[in-house]
């Protein structure tokens, strides 16, 4: 096992608005603009020592890459078996679709299963890290489970607020790992509000998406591992479910640090997002030409991570896809659900209603000219159908 030896962890913080810069050995939330801090690392410095081939015959799961993740100390390090999930080939969706080449990167096998394991996990091992001691966050639901099954893991508490429409499987599932659960009549930005008191009056750690610097730093991990994974090079396209779209912020960032380390020149996969027809925040704003987006009303959607009306990181997901050459879709909850059956009986995978909508992207994508015929491409399944059982489309 390992001891607690040193790891070179980030250099400084940066606001991803003014590129002003901050101590990263302290707990910060957002920069003083009020927008998303990024940790950034001494790359030059780990060029020669961390490479492709350094990785080989290490541990399965995203502490692989812990050269370029902010924790210090490894027995900080909170372990569930996070990351490094299947990427799995889908020829007959593939065919079905009329594209080259389609893989699904399974994101439903996380612990808690879905991807947010993957930001949490290394939020949790952060905060613990810096000294929280009372974590707290609201969730569209699975951000819950997995703050709470990383909490339980390091031994502190969690407060949870969520929808009261969440659905049932996770509600058992975070109650199952002790944390505090707080049922809202409202959505998730009004969950934000409950916690905002908590930290003010209780001094509770906010967990919330881009909000602190380091969920995204996990979500980070999903780049590293589609280039490990196809044997040393990105795709020609990716589709990415978006609610917070840190998973999507996450690998845009594992591009430009794989650039600087010299693992990748220039090039970069086609950024694609996928929202619910119900709740479509950035469809709307990139159809617009916006930079940043507005605030979606009565939003609705069984796909409960899409379910997020207003995001704070909406200029670097516009940015990414813009940069990217990439889209945006917005797809009814009805072909999502389509969509959930036709990739389980070609593939295996039983995907959550996020992984239907990026596969039911894929033919307007086509049309629009975005994705093309010759493509190999990566659709994100980020949870597992099991934890929606029970839920309908509501269009
Ligand atoms: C949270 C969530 C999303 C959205 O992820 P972001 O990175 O916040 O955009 C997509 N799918 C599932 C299953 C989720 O739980």
Redesign the pocket.
Known sequence: MDDGSTLPGASHLECTWTGETFESEALQGLSPVGKPLFARYDLAALRDRFTPESLEGRRPDLWRYEEVLPVRDRRYQVQLGEGWTPLVDAPRTAKRLGVRRLLVKN?GINPTG???DR?LALAVSRAWELGAEELALPS????GSAASAYGAAAGLPVHVVVPQDTPAPILEEIRAFGSDLQLLDGLINDCGEVVKKGVEEKGWWPLS?LKEPYRVEG?KTMGYELFEQLGGRLPDAIV???????????MWKAFHEMEELGWIGSERPRMISVQSAGCAPMVRAWEEGAEEADLWENATTY????R?PG?VGDFLILRALRESGGGAVAVKDHVMAEWVAKLGADTGIFA????GAVAAAVPPMMEQGIIDPDDEVVL?N??SGL?YVGMTPVD
């Open positions: 994101e879905s991807f947010k930001g569209a639901g699975n951000a998406t979500k990415y479910p978006t609610g917070g779209g840190t998973g999507l912020i996450g796909a409960s991570g899409l997020v995001a959550a209603p996020e992984g994100f980020t949870g934890k």
